[in-house]
């Protein structure tokens, strides 16, 4: 791109673009050709067709520049990660291919008890540079906002040492970071045998020293038959909204106990993987506005065969985001837009549905509502991507389609 710095009120403009805002402007993809988008103070004050410009471009801005025909979307919105762990499951990898199932390792002792070993023993600043390294990638992808739980501390202090790596890493990276307290990930291995002890404990102990800190932006827990009941869960949500976190679920992932109507009726945010939701689970997240967030990577690696009701979830409206679910165990996924694809592969998505399940949804199932497309007033988040058309975003399958990330209008790859 070629610059030049004018005197001017906007701090940056983009000519020569085209732009997918995933507005509802009657065209595919909220599609604009021959436009323009300008941002001041971190927002955008135009997203639209170039010749609509208020006035010169070269009176408008302090930086004009060409996007080359570009096509600019809304930054992606990864809102279910895993990105702050010790270690790693390689072996568990082997396993699998092997035969184990997800289950029967879970229940030898592997899975997410030992990245809890793993993430216990690391210090802070060594869990801080290996999450920064892993958000770098997917920031390179086209990743502008992140959602980070916790989990793999399952005491106080671990899962405090792991919400303020959180917190420390979006104010390093210029990537916002919403973070989620998931302290019923697991049975912590100090109350083998006392699971209804555990969730007293989270309850009581943990989620009001996690809300007094700020730590936390949501609370999450993993409903299954290998996790806690819909009972102890419940328990869990009846905490959080006593202290006024908002919730969401791993629902119904590896069988059916209700998790996706028991998220909706609590207001849920999300109901996370959902593979094996009933057709009233889905009504329910229609009726309560929950979001279904799908996370095709860990279908994948864990090779499953039960789909997610994605025409339940069309027949009634419900909003389907897409994300990573970038996790040591059964998601080491680096790439958003590769979730996108395998949305779309795996899971029968359309292009469009896929990009807008990485953007307006996504940014719908953490609560935001300042961005995910591109209109005047959003947040500035961005992203070029010199391809001739936006279902190239989950055409390529790997490597790096991005040429320029923004955050808040901001530069940051």
């Known amino acids: 791109m070629t610059n030049r710095t004018v005197q001017a009120p906007w701090d940056g403009l983009l000519l020569d673009a085209r732009l997918a805002t995933l507005t509802d402007n009657g065209q595919p993809y909220g599609s604009v050709e021959d436009a323009a988008i300008g941002w001041k103070d971190g927002r955008i004050v135009h997203a639209g067709r170039a010749a609509d410009l208020p006035g010169p471009a070269a009176s408008l801005a302090r930086e004009v520049a060409s996007a080359d025909g570009a096509w600019i979307t809304p930054g992606l919105i990864d809102c279910h990660t895993h990105l702050v762990f010790g270690g790693d499951r390689a072996h568990e990898f082997e396993l699998r291919l092997a035969g184990a199932s997800y289950e029967a390792i879970a229940r030898a002792g592997g899975g997410i008890a030992s990245t809890v070993r793993a993430t216990r023993e690391a210090g802070e600043d060594a869990l801080f540079d290996a999450a920064l390294g892993r958000l770098r990638r997917l920031v390179a992808d086209g990743v502008t906002t992140i959602e980070i739980k916790s989990g793999y501390g399952l005491d106080l202090p671990g899962e405090r040492k792991m919400l303020r790596v959180a917190r420390r890493l979006g104010t390093s990276s210029g990537v916002e970071v919403r973070t989620t ?60 909204r006593a202290l006024g976190l908002p919730v969401k679920l791993h629902a119904d992932q590896l069988s059916d106990l209700g998790g996706a109507a028991l998220a909706a009726e609590f207001g849920g945010l999300s109901a ?139 530069r940051i790859a």
Not at 189 to 201: K, Q
Not at 208 to 233: K, M, N, Y
């Open 181 to 240: 307290f998931l302290g019923a990930h697991a049975l912590a291995p100090e109350f083998a045998g006392r699971p209804d002890d555990y969730v007293e404990h989270v309850c009581e102990v943990m989620l009001p020293a996690i809300a007094a800190d700020g730590l936390a932006d949501a609370v999450d827990a993993f409903c299954e038959t290998i996790a806690f009941s819909p009972a102890q869960t419940r328990r869990v949500f009846e905490r959080a």
């Open 272 to 410: 996370d993987h959902i593979e094996h939701s009933s057709e009233a689970g889905v009504q329910a997240m229609a009726a309560a506005g929950t979001v279904a967030v799908l996370l095709p990577g860990a279908f994948y690696a864990l090779r499953d065969t039960q789909l997610p009701p994605i025409e339940a979830l069309r027949r009634h409206g419900v909003p389907m985001a897409v994300a990573s679910d970038l996790n040591p165990g059964t998601s080491p996924l680096l790439s958003l837009r590769l979730a996108m694809n395998m949305a779309c592969t795996l899971f029968r998505l359309t292009p469009e549905e896929a990009l807008r399940g990485a953007t307006v949804h996504a940014a719908r199932a953490l609560g935001l509502a300042d961005r995910g497309t591109l209109a005047a007033g959003q947040r500035a988040d961005f992203v070029l991507w010199p391809v001739r058309r936006p279902a190239e975003l989950c055409y390529w399958i790997g490597g790096t389609l991005a040429s320029a990330v923004y955050a808040g209008g901001a």
